[in-house]
């Protein structure tokens, strides 16, 4: 049975928490952070304390015991859920993965939500599960890591801190950039591609325009001892490829480590990394669901006189 998360669950879920597989799935906003494991008592502490952020998670129940657990990351979007937890008694357990996804699926529809994303590393004995469960594998990505990076000479760029009146040119470079078979799941519209950024942005934003065009997005990310940075370039510009990425390194001297996330679609990013001492580190399968939000029905009643 599949049923949301339960304060009284406490001495079920830490008992789960001793023997539950490590995390399957990885939030956009956890890529390249160490440590991102999470406990299951953990969960229920930063879901159910009132001065903690409020999540949603639902957990597979067993004959009264607890046989898995997944979870959204608390957003600003009310359209979009991004999975961070996946935790299984068994790591090979497919069905219970499956029926949590389809769970969550039901959950969202419910309360409008229109699209979730799941990432799982490329070699996850889930994706299987994911597939069962409605989710399509829409794009890879790679994580690059180096270890204190030293900056490449660039082209000498202008950069500018990002506003909120950037939002339709940063739409359009997006739009220019991106292939459609990956804004079909980001989003093909203003709206839409608003929604997926409120649940993944973070750190510092950066870009480089020229006659009101923006021809670079950089983002860049403080992780104390690490750092972390990603960039979107309009195709035409592949000069511009090397002076945004030095531009994140001079950011980030002296990090002891410093990692990048490329999606499949920049050869030219992943080239120059690696000419520049970086090493792929990992790679992660990035799947979404398209929901289908419940309209309340409009019954019509009789006027009385």
């Keep these: 049975m599949i ?37 299951a008592w953990g969960i229920l502490i930063r879901e159910w304390l009132p001065w903690t952020t409020q999540r949603q998670a ?52 419910d309360q409008g939500i229109e699209r ?21 594998h829409y794009l890879t990505e790679y994580l690059y890591r180096a270890e204190a990076p030293v900056p490449p000479q660039g082209a000498p760029l202008k950069f500018r801190a990002t506003t909120g009146k950037d939002e339709l040119p940063l739409f359009q470079l997006y739009s220019a950039a991106v292939p459609v078979s990956v804004r079909r ?22 870009l480089v325009e020229q006659d009101e065009a923006v021809l670079a997005w950089l983002r ?13 370039v309009r195709p035409s510009e592949e000069d511009v490829w090397k002076g945004v990425i030095a531009r994140a390194l001079v950011q980030l001297v002296g990090k002891q ?3 990048c996330l490329v999606p499949d679609y920049q050869d030219r990013l992943r080239w120059l990394l690696e ?28 006027a009385r006189a």
């Design 3 to 39: 049923r949301p998360l339960r304060p009284t669950d406490t001495i079920a879920l830490v008992n789960f928490g001793r023997q539950a597989c490590p995390n399957e799935a990885t939030a956009r906003d956890r890529v390249g952070k160490q440590g991102a494991q999470v406990p």
């Design 58 to 109: 639902w957990v597979a129940e067993d004959g009264g015991a607890i046989a898995g657990l997944v979870s959204v990351k608390p957003g600003t979007s009310s359209t979009v859920w991004d999975v961070d937890v996946i935790l299984l008694g068994d790591c090979n357990a497919e069905d219970v993965c499956a029926d949590l996804l389809d769970g969550l699926s039901q959950a969202g529809s």
């Design 116 to 136: 979730v994303f799941l990432r799982l590393l490329s070699q996850s004995p889930l994706f299987a599960a994911a597939r069962r469960a409605g989710f399509a």
């Design 185 to 206: 799941m980001e989003g093909m519209t203003l709206r839409e591609w608003q929604e997926t950024q409120k649940g993944w942005g973070r750190g510092r934003q950066e």
């Design 220 to 232: 860049v990310a403080d992780q104390g001892k690490a750092g972390f940075f990603e960039m979107t």
């Design 257 to 259: 480590t410093v990692t």
């Design 275 to 302: 000419q520049n001492g970086f090493q792929q580190a990992a790679q992660y399968c990035a799947l979404g669901k398209q929901l289908t939000a419940r309209v309340k029905q409009t019954v019509l009643v009789p």
